[in-house]
């Protein structure tokens, strides 16, 4: 599907560290994504079924019975919209279920420009700048749909249950001084098998994985708190603020002092 349709953001709700969700289920007339930062939920809709973790964006198309259960506390963006054209596009239904953004750096700017929007989205500039994140969003979810589609049509298979496994692992252990070497001895695999089954797995190294991971939580920590880089840098699994600051700056183009000021009022 080529993205050549406008979508009309209906509602952004930003929640941070939710423990349950109040209804244990709900049913939207429009389509609604669930776009999770941290954290983890199981959801069950249509014939989709699973658990969605960081990075993970949960579509799920309008009049569907949507099931949801948090499995621990959780930070993700609510979005609803509707095409501007009535329909949309003829295959947009298929892109219902769960999809795992591989480029993380890209999704982690998305999530911060829509944070700094919030709820004020339906008058104007808010609307027209959540528009955009979405439809940006959107085509990241497109991207992913194509590269899936590519990799099936080339024989290649999903993540198997050993990159699943690993993938969680480095979600829960990312932000802590781990290394690469322990994962994979808890595998029973070697460095070198874990890099190269991980990439091929989801089109990205584990340490660029990791780093993206860290990156986003040192992001929120420099927006949301008055920490000093040093102790940023021990809750993102850094050994300290200068090695913190260097990747950074290296991957983001300023350093963490320059982005708290800008994203600070």
Not at 234 to 243: K, L, S
Request: aromatic fraction near 12%; hydrophobic fraction near 35%.
């Amino acid at each position: 599907m080529r993205m050549n349709w406008s979508v009309r953001p209906a509602a952004h709700i930003y929640w941070e560290q939710k423990k349950q969700f109040l209804l244990e289920h709900d049913t939207y007339p429009v389509w609604t994504l669930f776009a999770v930062e941290q954290g983890q939920f199981a959801y069950r809709f249509g014939d989709h079924e699973g658990e969605g973790g960081s990075g993970d964006i949960i579509v799920c198309p309008p009049g569907t019975t949507f099931y949801r259960r948090t499995l621990s506390p959780l930070t993700f963006h609510f979005i609803q919209f509707e095409w501007e054209e009535e329909g949309g596009p003829e295959d947009a239904a298929t892109l219902g279920g769960r999809w795992t953004v591989r480029d993380v750096e890209r999704l982690m700017s998305t999530y911060r420009y829509m944070r700094s929007i919030g709820r004020g989205i339906q008058e104007e500039p808010g609307y027209s700048r959540m528009k955009h994140m979405l439809e940006d969003l959107w085509r990241l979810l497109e991207i992913e749909r194509s590269s899936a589609s590519e990799e099936l049509r080339s024989g290649e298979t999903s993540p198997g249950p050993l990159m699943q496994q690993a993938k969680q692992w480095l979600l829960e252990h990312a932000c802590t001084p781990m290394t690469l070497q322990e994962l994979a001895a808890t595998l029973d695999i070697t460095p070198v098998q874990l890099t190269r089954r991980f990439r091929a797995a989801f089109g990205t190294a584990p340490s660029d994985f990791v780093t993206g991971l860290r990156l986003r939580r040192a992001c929120q920590l420099l927006e949301d708190s008055r920490l000093p880089i040093e102790l940023i840098a021990q809750q993102c699994g850094y050994e300290n603020g200068f090695y913190l600051s260097r990747v950074f700056t290296a991957k983001l183009g300023l350093t963490p002092s320059r982005y708290r000021k800008l994203h600070r009022v």
